[in-house]
């Protein structure tokens, strides 16, 4: 088959975030299966796109919020306003629908689209409405800024996050409904659209890389440098509500000698008095600085879909303490992991492991059959579904109600 990928940002080369290692995996699950794919997005600066792929690049794109000014930041919203629409699709309307309709005729023939996350699908809808499609739900993207709404303490901010969802909800509906199928990461979000949809959504097993990663093994492999390693993208409001979790609801229950690290780019610095807690920043080998750490906590509380840190984390074969949030999505969960909501136990499960950890027993075990069994499964679901993806399978999707409007291009 020849597919077109649909993403606000194009799978790269060297995955960094949560959003390029579910992009990778899509890519490459498709191209092991042996289908043509072409991909349509941005290319966020300082990346190189993924190797050996038929690109058609709009532009390079920075959509991340901590990696830019607050002027920009009003520029997005007011193209938002201005448009009616949200801000993740806002971003988006740098160019207009008619180049990337030229792009999709270029292509022609071909059997249908994945489109890849809301953003880029949502601001140009109308131009990939005619297509048969499956519809990639990494997240379901509403709840997560509904949820974020409800924590919100200023006034604005929680408009805002409220004004966010309700874009978000009607377009993942929009095109969940549309869809041929729908892929998910985590088996509730299957019914995160409506139980019509769930009849056709599947959940699309994950892992972080194509090969599986390889991790130290023996204690003379790599010295640890911390007691615990947490890393993410905290700019990202669930992943900040779970760091904020830790550090307030957990952090108070730990022994001041435990080693602290937390490596990732965030908007505004925390503040801690337990003295073991460092911020790293960035980092140059998010594995190393795992493989790094006595025990892993993994630490979600909110938001939808897998959790990809927690999958990496199982395929480095690293001790951890998760909460259940953490392991949404994940059918075996590895024997060296521990699952705790309450902080207490939270913390007194790390405590045990820790103490195990300097007594000598690092409990790491070998991730490469959790990765192995998680590709299988993998590309079982996507050629399954993808033996039912035909033109004729297109459905007809709700119409427009009147205070929203889905554009055909940018008029910023």
Not at 206 to 235: C, F, K, M, N, Y
């Amino acid at each position: 088959m020849h597919l077109v990928l649909v993403s606000s940002l194009v799978p790269v080369a060297n995955p960094a975030s949560g959003f390029d290692i579910a992009n990778r995996a899509v890519l490459d699950g498709l191209r092991a299966l042996g289908h043509r794919v072409s991909v349509i997005g941005f290319l966020q600066p300082g990346r190189t796109p993924a190797l050996d792929c038929e690109m058609h690049l709009l532009g390079e794109l920075e959509v991340t919020n901590a990696k830019v000014g607050t002027l920009q930041k009003l520029r997005w919203l007011g193209t938002a306003f201005l448009n009616r629409t949200s801000v993740s699709s806002g971003k988006m309307l740098t160019v207009r629908a008619n180049r990337i309709q030229s792009i999709l005729d270029s292509l022609a023939p071909f059997d249908g689209l994945v489109l890849n996350s809301v953003q880029l699908p949502a601001a140009f809808a109308q131009v990939f409405r005619p297509y048969p499609s499956i519809y990639v739900a990494h997240n379901v993207e509403a709840d997560s800024a509904f949820e974020s709404a409800e924590r919100a303490n200023a006034t604005l901010e929680r408009f805002l996050f409220r004004r966010e969802a309700q874009y978000l909800e009607y377009y993942e509906q929009h095109l969940a409904q549309n869809a041929v199928a729908v892929w998910t990461f985590a088996e509730a979000d299957r019914f995160g659209f409506g139980r019509a949809v769930s009849e056709r959504a599947f959940v699309l097993p994950l892992v972080t890389g194509w090969d599986a990663p390889v991790a130290p093994t023996s204690e003379h492999d790599q010295d640890l440098r911390h007691d615990l390693g947490l890393i993410g993208t905290w700019s990202w409001r669930p992943n900040r509500l779970g760091l904020d979790w830790f550090l307030a609801e957990v952090v108070p229950h730990l022994p001041e000698d435990m080693t602290i690290a937390i490596a990732g780019q965030m908007d505004g610095m925390p503040t801690v008095s337990h003295p073991g807690v460092r911020f790293v920043g960035r980092v140059p080998d998010a594995r190393a600085f795992v493989a790094q750490s006595a025990i892993v906590p993994l630490i979600s509380r909110g938001g939808t879909g897998v959790q990809l840190k927690s999958l990496e984390t199982f395929e480095l074969g690293m001790p951890c303490v998760a909460t259940q949030a953490s392991l949404r999505g994940i059918e075996a969960i590895p024997d060296n992991c521990s699952a705790a909501d309450d902080p207490a136990e939270f913390a007194r499960l790390l405590v045990e492991r820790v103490v195990k950890v300097r007594a000598g027993d690092r409990q790491r075990l070998d991730g490469s059959a959790f990765h192995r069994a998680q590709k299988v499964r993998l590309m079982r679901v996507m050629r399954n579904v993808l033996a039912g993806l035909a033109p004729a399978s297109v459905a007809e999707g709700p119409s427009l109600p009147p205070d929203l409007t889905i554009h055909e291009g940018g008029r910023s």
